[in-house]
């Protein structure tokens, strides 16, 4: 999956430089807020963010920085 989004780093749900405990924190997020959330990371080597991504896109503006999406859950 090679899809760049423009997310505010303080709009996110959480972040963790480990992926798996990214994507455990998405999962309970998801599983509570019955939402699409998307885990995305600036690029290697920089924590993962978690977003939920209705809310960041409505969020968007001049102090978002470029993502890549890792992982989207629907």
Request: hydrophobic content about 45%; proline content about 4%.
């Amino acid at each position: 999956m090679s899809e760049n989004i423009f997310f505010n780093p303080g709009d996110s749900i959480a972040s963790d430089f480990d992926f798996e405990n990214a994507y455990v924190a998405a999962q309970i997020y998801h599983h509570k807020a019955a939402k699409p959330v998307l885990i995305a990371q600036e690029k290697d080597g920089k924590p993962y963010f978690i977003f939920d991504e209705a809310a960041a896109i409505a969020e968007e503006h001049a102090k978002a920085k470029e993502f890549s999406v890792v992982k989207r859950l629907k």
